[in-house]
């Protein structure tokens, strides 16, 4: 079973569907609860987003990477098109309030801008807020959430494709409790924490480089009980075999509190933007 965030219609639920076709997906509340699924043998594997083309990182999936005794073993990227969806009856005109995750806010912001003296409310996920809308049966509510959605619930769309990038593409990652041997894996992503030196950051990644490695992202967050003291997370890409990423490893140890390998995988292929997909 593949775990993700979320409901049926949701775009985690969406990737998870296109990345295991012949898979069972199951959707849990919240992020935490989708991974806990893995650690507790409920799931084969979980499919969380971790970064937006346009709005950035997802973070509580950073926070879980952190934490969590699990491995990455893949990843795969969505195209997202939002939609400001409505129950049957409403008008763009009439709404007042809308429901959304933060990230789907955050990739609709110009959209929104145009939306005067409208009430925007965060929520938890962008299927459930198209199913609140749809239990509440509120002509002037409305969610930004997937075409997928609004068949799930019986919605309709108000306005279409409303993100501001055409671009508009969610990486995910794909976690297991074990690491899956890959013979040529052709990304890394490793998590860590430098010591309290002058120009311990900079030697870090001075060793990856020097080792070889490729970095391709890195990401910084506060650590809640360590104030202004902060975790990383960097990708590397290219060939790397299990020699090469233990030698980048060890040089870059002595500088870091903690250090470690998340897990070695393929590098998915962006898809096509809109314009492309219709000229091939």
Do not use: W
């Not at 939306?115 to 509120?138: C, F, H, L, Y």
């Not at 930004?144 to 799930?152: L, M």
């Amino acid at each position: 079973m593949i775990a993700f965030p979320g409901t049926s219609g949701s775009f985690s639920g969406v990737a998870a569907q296109e990345a295991f076709p012949n898979g069972q997906c199951a959707g849990f509340p919240t992020f935490p609860e989708a991974a806990k699924a893995v650690i507790e043998g409920l799931a084969d594997y979980a499919l969380l987003p971790v970064e937006n083309s346009f709005a950035g990182a997802v973070l509580p999936t950073y926070s879980l990477l952190e934490k969590l005794p699990l491995h990455i073993v893949g990843e795969t990227m969505k195209a997202v098109r939002h939609n400001l969806l409505g129950v049957p009856g409403a008008t763009l005109a009439g709404i007042r309030r809308i429901a959304s995750h933060p990230q789907a806010i955050a990739q609709c912001d110009v959209f929104l801008q145009g939306m005067k003296g409208v009430q925007i409310t965060p929520s938890e996920n962008t299927a459930i807020s198209a199913r609140d809308v749809a239990a509440q049966g509120d002509l002037s509510y409305a969610a930004i959430a997937s075409e997928e959605a609004a068949r799930s619930f019986g919605l309709i769309v108000l306005a279409k494709n409303i993100q501001t990038s055409s671009a508009n593409t969610t990486r995910f990652l794909i976690l297991s409790r074990t690491e899956t041997p890959l013979a040529t894996p052709s990304k890394a992503t490793v998590v860590f924490t430098v010591k309290n030196e002058v120009g311990a950051l900079v030697r870090v990644l001075a060793s990856f480089a020097e080792s070889g490695l490729n970095m391709s992202r890195i990401e910084s967050r506060p650590m809640p009980e360590t104030p202004f003291q902060y975790f990383f997370s960097a990708d590397f890409e290219g060939r790397m075999d299990a020699e090469h990423l233990s030698r980048a490893m060890e040089a870059a140890r002595p500088y870091t509190c903690e250090l470690r390998l998340l897990g070695v995988y393929p590098k998915a292929i962006p898809p096509k933007r809109e314009n492309e997909a219709n000229n091939s």
